[in-house]
């Protein structure tokens, strides 16, 4: 069993940065491609980034690609999401999540675990 326990999250202005950071228990978080998502009110919840486990593969969602920069450390399983340029529209609940399939995924389905979330909100 896999635990993802998310953090970092908070209120920033448009403009300012933030980084999450997800830390994963268990034995599968370094041979598991991670993920982030992310859901705001009223909407589905949408891919970010994703990264796979030799932190060689990386796809970003194209309304956060080059603002936005995943990475991983698996000595301390533990992912983060780097965010830059924060805009009111990346307002949302983050997810991190782990896919133990061998490509990665933007596609939430295919993901195996999820933490709880941590909420962003970024005012104009």
């Known amino acids: 069993q896999v635990q993802l326990v998310e953090s970092g999250g908070g209120l920033v202005q448009a403009g300012d940065s933030l980084r999450l950071s997800c830390v994963a228990s268990?034995?599968?978080?370094?041979?598991?491609?991670m993920g982030w998502f992310r859901q705001a009110p009223g909407k589905e919840r949408e891919f970010v980034a994703a990264?796979?486990?030799?932190?060689?593969?990386?796809s970003y969602a194209d309304s956060v690609k080059g603002r936005f920069a995943i990475s991983r450390d698996n000595a301390k399983n533990m992912v983060h999401l780097q965010m830059n340029s924060l805009k009111p529209e990346d307002t949302a609940v983050y997810y991190c999540?782990?896919?133990?399939?061998?490509?990665?995924?933007?596609?939430?389905?295919?993901?195996?675990?999820w933490g709880q979330g941590t909420q962003v909100t970024v005012s104009s």
């Open positions: 999540a782990l896919d133990r399939s061998w490509n990665i995924n933007t596609n939430a389905g295919a993901y195996d675990y």
């Open positions: 990264l796979g486990w030799t932190g060689g593969r990386t």
């Open positions: 268990g034995r599968s978080f370094t041979t598991s491609n």
